[in-house]
């Protein structure tokens, strides 16, 4: 028996011994210091102003023809979703529905059958090669040219009425707001052809 105290009692001093050098080797470790971070969220982005819906005005084939507030940069597709879709008699084929909108505009869904509508002499606002024609151009259209905002837009198409169309570009510094430096702005945006 006694041999057996023997194992038990030298295992027991080994791990007294292991144990106390381990503690004499923590004691000796310098400890590192405590960091604690706090965590911030990442800035949030600041908002951007929504610019307001459009109105467009949706009529013939369609479920619920009315005045529909699209967002910017709208389709046609999207006018005629919000008016409840297309009726079932609708001729899709002779729109392009894929055509952008403008505030104002209206879009007229064919039924199949319908005769086209008597052809308009045609009023672009542009030209091919993207200049805005400052005598058929509406607001909405002159607003897009730098320096030109809503009351000036406004002046412009006053302006036209009151005194007939721009002969010049030049013309333009007669419209009270607009100066040789806004002129120079757009000046190459724009044309009275």
């Known amino acids: 028996m006694q041999t057996r105290y023997r194992g038990i009692l030298f295992f027991g001093i080994a791990a007294l011994v292991l144990a106390g050098v381990l503690i004499f080797q923590a004691r000796r470790l310098p400890s590192a210091p405590l960091v604690l971070s706090t965590a911030t969220a990442p800035p949030s982005p600041a908002p951007t102003a929504t610019p307001p819906p459009m109105q467009v005005y ?5 479920s619920r023809p009315d005045v529909y507030p699209l967002p910017q940069g709208s389709i046609v597709k999207d006018a005629i979703l919000a008016a409840g879709g297309p009726a079932p008699d609708a001729d899709l084929e002779r729109i392009n529905l894929a055509a952008s909108l403008s505030a104002g505009q209206q879009v007229h869904v064919p039924r199949q059958g319908e005769a086209a509508p008597p052809s308009l002499p045609a009023r672009s606002e ?25 009351s ?26 607009i100066g040789p430096a806004t002129l120079a702005k757009f000046e190459e945006m724009i044309t009275t052809d």
Do not use: K, M, Y
Request: negative net charge.
């Open 58 to 62: 949706v009529t013939g084939a369609v």
């Open 126 to 150: 542009t030209i091919g090669d993207g200049r805005i024609n400052v005598n058929t151009a509406g607001a909405a259209l002159l607003e897009t040219l730098p320096g030109i905002g809503p």
């Open 152 to 177: 000036l837009a406004q002046r412009i198409l006053e302006h036209r009425e009151s005194n007939g169309p721009f002969e010049s570009v030049q013309d333009l510094l007669a419209v009270p707001g």
